[in-house]
């Protein structure tokens, strides 16, 4: 049997105005600053205006760790919040916007898929509303006024061997990782080495992911370091005098963008940091507003729990005062029997050991995400190839581990696929047994807070770190930045650093390289093992195969 593709069915959409999605959540036309028919932007006088509501419920989804098999953690979220429109909640979704570099590479898009999508598709996938045009913009600007404060003088007597305000571009290029800047004479400043990351890597968008406002926004941005001096005394962006302009720049950026599902139901799309190297959830100011006009609010973190969910608990909900009250823990048979040590191609047969073999990595999840005090429920992402033996063993492992497993057929059949998932999501949700904490209290040391979220997430033995690396968390500290959370930037694939380990591995050991104070941000990124910020293109990559058919459609983008 032939099934659509997921660009077919969005083209198919019968969307609505997106004045009518706002009306639905008390968004009027006048807070609306639309971007053509389908999508817009909420103004900031509306989202003040709301400050005074009840919070909704807030439902995280997350997943096992990324297989190449799927798991479709966007799907879900987009199910799951039609799921619950159609069960009579007022419920809104709010997920990131998708990166240039990975769509034109492997990844792909962000939008979900099959009959759980948001749309417009295509317009989310390549500029939008230009919000990370404008966050490579106001980067770009402070990169230009560093190197040009250096040249009229250096007035803030920066070590130029010591500038750590990389450059970013939002597109996989390996070639820019490492450069050499300014070459070409006097005329064209110092020469000396730099660097590009992708801009969803960029502090900028961690801020503007984590500010309240404008004015938050703005102070955020002054507190950046961007160099140090001979004296090891840091250079802040405010010392450059970047922090207005780069404010002007992001202004309309910092407001949420409204979309809707292919069920006309309201979608938050707004940032986009990445899951490694800062939080991967989408903007707080996004969430906050979801949370005040909606009786729930289903977001997602990136990649699997021991990132994803792990930051979205340590870093955005203690930011940002929120708590869950359920997390969706996303797997699939398929993946699960990949963890069992099945290929890939193998994977349309059944094999009911392998799925069982494979259960301790969504096992290792939910112990994890219960340790943060909410209940979880695991949904089974379902495929076609999947045997009735199967999901069973999986429902069975779930129950062991104290929580339920419900299968999901959004995909496949939208929300009406996704209601007793939706179902199942309400009765945890509105039983009221949340009882959420952090890992970590702010006062912990941050080389402790490293080896709890070490010990405790990845079920490591040791955090091995070199004495450069403990003393400058302790410079850190001593210059009042200890009471900050970490981010753990590592693989995806693995609890370990080893993106080959799957399973549910323990005895292993969490080597630190390195350490990167994001000041603006407000937290310590941790780098273990061999985490890239700026990612490369594949031998084969999406962008070959994405062109404009006869009828000006696009084509290859999914």
Same mark, same amino acid.
Not at 51 to 72: D, F, M, R, S
Not at 451 to 456: F, L, P, Q, V
Not at 520 to 534: K, S
């Given at each position: ?273 990445? %899951?490694?190297? *800062?939080?991967? @959830?989408?903007?707080?100011? =996004? &969430?906050?507003? !979801?949370? /005040?006009?909606?009786?729930? $609010? ?21 930011? %940002?005062?929120? *708590?869950?009250? @359920?997390?969706?823990?996303? =797997? &699939?048979?398929? !993946?699960? /029997?990949?963890?069992?040590? $099945? ?34 429920v695991v949904a089974i992402n379902?495929?076609?190839?999947d045997t009735e033996a199967e ?25 009406e696929g996704s209601e007793p ?138």
């Amino acid at each position: 049997m032939g099934y659509k593709s997921d660009i077919e069915i969005a083209r198919e959409a019968k969307k609505r105005p997106i004045q009518e999605i706002g009306a639905k959540r008390g968004i009027s036309n006048e807070d609306l600053l639309p971007y053509g028919h389908d999508k817009a932007k909420v103004s900031q006088k509306f989202i003040d205006s709301v400050q005074g509501n009840k919070n909704g419920k807030l439902i995280l989804v997350t997943a096992i760790n990324p297989t190449p098999a799927g798991e479709g953690k966007t799907t879900t979220t987009v199910g799951l919040g039609d799921g619950l429109n159609r069960i009579g909640k007022k419920a809104t979704v709010c997920i990131r916007e998708a990166s240039l570099g990975p769509n034109f590479g492997m990844k792909g898009g962000a939008a979900g898929g099959g009959y759980a999508q948001v749309v417009p598709m295509e317009d989310m996938n390549l500029h939008f509303t230009g919000d990370f045009h404008a966050i490579t913009s106001a980067h770009s600007l402070l990169s230009a006024m560093i190197d040009n404060h250096i040249y009229w003088g250096n007035e803030q007597n920066i070590d130029t061997r010591r500038v750590v305000w990389r450059r970013v571009v939002d597109m996989n290029d390996r070639s820019l990782r490492q450069i050499t800047s300014s070459l070409g004479g006097v005329s064209n400043g110092f020469a000396r080495e730099d660097g590009f990351d992708i801009t969803v890597a960029s502090e900028v968008m961690a801020i503007l992911c984590l500010s309240k406002n404008l004015k938050d926004l703005e102070e955020r941005l002054g507190s950046m370091i961007v160099a140090y001096r001979r004296d090891r005394s840091p250079v802040f962006c405010r010392d450059i005098k970047a922090e207005g302009a780069m404010t002007v720049l992001l202004k309309d950026a910092m407001q949420p963008n409204l979309v809707q599902t292919l069920e006309n139901n309201p979608a938050f799309v707004h940032g986009g940091p990445f %899951a490694n190297i *800062a939080h991967g @959830c989408n903007s707080v100011i =996004a &969430t906050t507003t !979801a949370l /005040k006009i909606s009786d729930y $609010v289903v977001t997602e973190a990136g990649f699997g729990a021991d990132l994803g969910a792990e930051k979205f608990m340590n870093i955005k909900c203690r930011k %940002a005062g929120l *708590a869950p009250d @359920c997390v969706v823990i996303v =797997a &699939t048979v398929r !993946a699960m /029997k990949m963890n069992g040590g $099945v290929a890939k191609a193998d994977l349309g047969a059944e094999n009911v050991d392998a799925v069982k073999a494979g259960c301790p990595n969504l096992g290792r999840h939910i112990e994890n995400v219960k340790s943060f005090g909410v209940p979880v429920v695991v949904a089974i992402n379902h495929f076609v190839t999947d045997t009735e033996a199967e999901i069973e063993a999986v429902k069975s492992f779930v129950a062991n581990h104290g929580a339920e497993a419900v299968l999901s057929r959004h995909w496949e059949l939208g929300s009406e696929g996704s209601e007793p998932l939706a179902r199942k999501v309400v009765e945890v949700a509105e039983a009221g047994n949340a009882n959420f904490a952090p890992l970590y209290p702010d006062d912990m040391p941050l080389f402790q807070k490293i080896e709890t979220i070490a010990k405790r997430i990845y079920r490591a033995d040791e955090v091995l770190a070199d004495q450069k690396i403990r003393s400058q968390l302790k410079e850190w500290e001593a210059q009042g930045y200890g009471n900050l959370p970490v981010c753990m930037a590592k693989t995806q694939y693995s609890f370990t650093t080893d993106p080959n380990r799957r399973g549910a591995p323990t005895g292993h050991s969490v080597p630190v390289r390195e350490v990167r104070l994001s000041a603006g941000a407000g937290f310590v990124v941790v780098v273990c093992g061999e985490i890239m910020t700026m990612p490369g293109l594949p031998s084969k990559p999406a962008a070959e195969t994405i062109r404009l058919n006869d009828d000006g459609q696009i084509e290859g983008l999914f």
